[in-house]
């Protein structure tokens, strides 16, 4: 099998971290591949350890004629079973690309003119056994790293957060996809908490703005997140890991956490994430402060209880959702996809 994967360059933070990891797995395995993606160190350097060849581009959204061609031509040069998008932007990419290839791509990627522009459609889902699918579209799980066991916390006092008050945070992209209203109106009433937001994106300024507004700019850290930063530690720092009910996407965060062995608090409905509420993690209204204050007072102070639900996350992480699993399932679909194809 071959595989040709385009990322684009509006892939989420979870995504552009764990997207290495896809092509990893399936290196191990021996399978063929080809990557076009945007300027990404960490990425182009993981691919060249991988000897798995690459074409770096410069994307700046659908209407960049420079990319389609440059797809057309490493397609023709490669000729792949599958075309694998990763965002919303390689599939317009993808979907220029004549007569080479099943493309693949998600379900839940906006497109503009309501049309589907993949042949077949992975469902980056849970796969829920109780929700009835389309004929076309395949379930597989996000990938997620794991073998996070031997990496230590990172230390509070270098971001400048004193170690004995609780601590929360989240890994966002700062683009209007996070609600980030909600988890900062609720802290601004629990004085004693601290909140990490590890990210990037454009809206850093005004998610700051926010935090003066609200009078919590001081207890609000900004980590600025880049290709070498060492998220499973920041992560493993906190004592809750905050999941804001996202407008799109799948809830790759909690799995992040989970990985961790974090405990994680969710505002994202229930069916869309694969937390069972007071079970492996705890469920909260997306949108409403005052929901999000009163979570946080009831998990915050009961560290038995946020040992449980972290324990119980890790245990269905690792039964479900680590790497040889995931890959087993990418791999499942493929095939079936082709075998519908032909």
């Known amino acids: ?10 892939c989420t933070l979870e995504m552009e971290n764990r997207f290495a990891d896809l092509i990893a797995a399936f290196a191990a395995l021996g399978i ?14 993981h691919c060249a350890a991988l000897s798995i060849p690459c074409d770096i581009q410069k994307f700046s959204g659908m209407f960049d004629l420079r990319t389609p061609q440059a797809g057309q031509r490493l397609a023709d040069k490669f000729d792949p079973h599958i075309i694998q998008t990763h965002s919303f932007d390689s599939g317009m990419v993808a979907a220029k690309i004549k007569g080479r290839g099943l493309r693949l791509g998600f379900a839940g990627d ?3 003119d309501g049309k589907k522009h993949s042949d077949i459609v992975l469902s980056a889902g849970y796969g829920q056994t109780g929700k009835k699918m389309e004929f076309n579209v395949f379930p597989v799980a996000p990938l997620v790293g794991n073998g996070h066991a031997a990496i230590a916390p990172a230390s509070r006092a270098d971001f400048d957060t004193p170690e004995n008050k609780p601590l929360i945070g989240a890994m966002v992209d700062l683009n209007g996809q996070y609600g980030l209203a909600a988890p900062l109106g609720a802290i601004r009433e629990i004085p004693e908490l601290h909140f990490w937001i590890i990210g990037r994106g454009e809206g850093k300024d005004a998610l700051l703005e926010k935090a003066r507004k609200q009078a919590v700019y001081d207890r609000v850290h900004f980590i600025e997140a880049g290709d070498d930063t060492n998220w499973p530690s920041l ?10 009910r996202r407008k799109t996407g799948v809830d790759r965060l909690t799995l992040e956490a989970w990985s961790c062995g974090v405990c994680v608090l969710s505002g994202m409905p229930e069916g869309d994430t694969p937390v069972t509420h007071g079970v492996n993690g705890w469920l909260t209204q997306g949108s409403d402060a005052l929901k999000w204050r009163e979570a946080l007072k009831r998990i915050l102070p009961d560290a038995a209880l946020r040992q ?3 324990l119980a996350g890790q245990e269905e992480y690792t039964k479900s959702y680590a790497a040889g699993k995931v890959v087993r399932s990418y791999l499942q679909s493929y095939e079936t996809a082709l075998r519908v194809k032909a």
């Open 32 to 45: 063929s591949q080809r990557v076009m993606m945007s300027a990404s160190n960490r990425l182009a350097a």
């Open 1 to 10: 099998m071959k595989i040709f994967h385009i990322k684009s360059s509006d």
């Open 235 to 244: 992560l493993k720092a906190l004592d809750l890991c905050i999941v804001p």
């Open 110 to 112: 906006p497109q503009p």
């Open 308 to 310: 449980k639900l972290a």
